[in-house]
Each structure stands twice: as C-alpha cells, then as structure tokens.
C-alpha cells in the first residue's frame, strides 16, 4: 500500500500499531483505527516516512531466507545432538570425544547394514538425514549471503570499512536505517537500536539508567556482534574498557556505552557518507 501510495504521488506516514491499551472498551476496526492513527500522525511533532523498497527491500527479503536457513540448521544440529546422545551403544561410540561440527560429518556418512535391529536401522536413517539437512541449510545460508555482500558492495561499500561491520551487519543496519532523513537525530537511531540509556533517576541520583530492551532487536543484535569483535581485536577499544573500569564503570556498563557509540558512527556514516558509485 505504501509502495501504491507513493507512485500515486501521495504524502505517506509512518506509525507504529496502536497499543490496545489504548484502545477505548477494546473497540476496533478499521474506520476507528484510522482514525486513532490520523489523531496520533497530528500529535507528533516529527513525522517518519515509509520505509524504501529497492536494496533496502531485496536485503530484508534475502535477510529472512537466511535467517530461516540459519534456524533450520541449528534446530536439526541439536536433534543430532540430542539423538546421539540416545542412541545404541554401537552408534554412540563412533560420535564420543567430538565437537558438533564432526558429529554432523560423521551422522552424514552413516551406513545401513542388514544386521542392525530397527532401532538402530532407524537411529541411522535420522541422524543421516538430519546431518545432511543441517549441511543443507548452511549451504543456502551461504549463498544467500553471497548475494547479501553483493548488493551492499553496489549500495554501500563504506559499511563494509568500519571495523567489526561484516554483510550481515551491514545488511540489518541498512535495512532499520532505509534511506537519508527517514530518523531524525543520532538518539532516535539510538533509540530505535535499543541503546539509547533510559533515566531511572529518584530523588538526588542523577546517574542511573535502565537496560533499553525496546526497539528493533534485530539492529541491537548486530551492534552488540560489532561491540564483541572490537573488545577482542581493536587496540583502541581495549584502551577505552581499560579507562572506564579504573572508573569504576562494569562491564555490562562500558559495553552498553561502546554499543551507544557504535550506533552513532554508523548514523553519521549513513547520513553523511557517499553510497557507492
């Protein structure tokens, strides 16, 4: 409808579902939910647009495929996991001592043989297929971000510059952000990855903030894999964890700020940095 609207030349706003809640007597309908929609777009003293289609629409769809690619994988992972566990002494003892990875190699080339009883018969036949299932899927997930990594080289290659900032990084970041001037400020950005700090100020202490578990958790997933991969490998992110904790600050508390700065690099990056030619 967006989309429709749009090409139509019309002026299209974007809100958020009313909270029921809020409904009056739990009435609803589509006149009345319009309505409430209209009266809250008049409240606002900003308004947000729709999000684009184009990249930003082909790297949300290929987003999903992978993701369901990614859970497949792991969901049939821990049923060879759990399978292995117990089956027949016979089978058990080809998997013990191994990781994970090696249990799937080695369920994939499980054989058959005439002499097994049912159980044992039908052990083999689901772990063979759950192994090759697991291998399946995170072929396809890799493809799939052949094409991600694809599409970002095209769209934004200064992305994949930033340290720590891989295609699927990349590729949600993109997607939450969509086009210039859709958010308005670095804190609303902030606020839409779930690490901008929430007072939770009483009486004289001006200093506490709460956990921000709103937003889009997708965009906080993907900040805190940045925060991750700079505390191991990035010498100036060292040097920062090291001054705050001589602060006194905990590590829940310097990773929350590193989490509210990563976002703000990658707004100013957004907003101000050229897209690829």
């Given at each position: ?70 859970n497949a994988s792991t969901e049939a ?90 295609p699927i990084v990349a590729a949600t ?26 007072p939770a100020n009483s009486g004289q ?73």
């Amino acid at each position: 409808m967006s989309r429709h609207l749009l090409e139509m030349s019309e002026i299209v706003i974007g809100l958020d579902r009313p909270k029921r809640a809020a409904r009056r007597n739990g009435a609803k309908s589509d006149p009345l939910d319009a309505v409430r929609a209209a009266r809250e777009a008049m409240a606002r003293a900003r308004l947000g647009t729709p999000r684009t289609g184009g990249e930003r629409q082909a790297l949300s769809v290929l987003l999903a495929a992978r993701r369901s690619a990614i859970n497949a994988s792991t969901e049939a992972q821990l049923q060879v996991f759990s399978l292995v566990i117990a089956a027949p002494e016979p089978i058990r003892a080809r998997f013990r001592g191994q990781k994970l990875a090696a249990m799937l190699t080695t369920a994939a080339q499980l054989r058959v043989h005439s002499s097994w009883d049912v159980e044992t018969t039908s052990t083999v036949v689901a772990l063979r297929t759950l192994a090759h299932r697991a291998h399946a899927m995170l072929k396809e997930a890799r493809e799939l971000q052949k094409a991600i990594l694809a599409i970002i080289r095209g769209w934004r290659l200064d992305l994949l510059e930033e340290f720590g900032v891989g295609p699927i990084v990349a590729a949600t970041v993109l997607c939450a952000w969509s086009h210039p001037g859709r958010i308005h400020s670095e804190a609303a950005f902030a606020m839409l990855a779930g690490v901008a700090p929430i007072p939770a100020n009483s009486g004289q202490i001006t200093t506490r903030y709460r956990l921000n578990r709103y937003g889009d958790r997708n965009l906080n997933n993907v900040l805190h894999t940045v925060v991750q991969s700079r505390i191991q490998h990035q010498p100036a992110t060292r040097d920062y964890i090291a001054r705050r904790t001589a602060e006194g600050k905990t590590s829940r508390e310097i990773k929350r700020c590193l989490a509210h700065y990563v976002a703000r690099d990658l707004y100013r990056l957004l907003e101000n940095g050229a897209p690829a030619a």
